[in-house]
């Protein structure tokens, strides 16, 4: 499985921008998916994750309310809208996938497979 993040750029406070991330092989459409976040300096932190089918999703506490998470298992895309920016969004946002066992949503150690990461910078 290969995962492809994009979407990423510089965006004043108050903004949106949606990222997406596009993954390989024939069955996406099993995978619970995952977005995580990294600042500079801070630990990479959970940020949104959909299960397979796109009806349940979790977010973060930090980005309820601002952030939508969805899938276009035709596609093979997972997206993250992201709206009402903020400059301590700015992180690079990684995807993930969860292809084999339990998933715990906001556990990193639940997924099999992680994109390269795209950069989102908000400015003030």
């Known amino acids: 499985v290969q995962l492809q993040a994009s979407g990423g750029g510089l965006v004043q406070a108050g903004g949106s921008l949606r990222i997406s991330c596009a993954a390989s092989?024939?069955?996406?459409?099993?995978?619970?998916m995952g977005w995580f976040r990294q600042a500079p300096g801070k630990e990479r932190e959970f940020v949104s994750a959909?299960?397979?089918?796109?009806?349940?999703?979790y977010y973060a506490d930090s980005v309820k309310g601002r952030f939508t998470v969805s899938r276009d298992n035709a596609k093979n895309t997972v997206y993250l809208q992201m709206n009402s920016l903020k400059p301590e969004d700015t992180a690079v946002y990684y995807c993930?996938?969860?292809?084999?066992?339990?998933?715990?949503?906001?556990?990193?150690?639940?997924?099999?497979?992680w994109g390269q990461g795209t950069l989102v910078t908000v400015s003030s």
């Open positions: 993930a996938a969860a292809v084999t066992g339990a998933w715990s949503p906001r556990g990193e150690t639940s997924y099999d497979y």
């Open positions: 092989g024939r069955t996406f459409s099993s995978y619970n």
């Open positions: 959909v299960n397979w089918s796109g009806g349940r999703t």
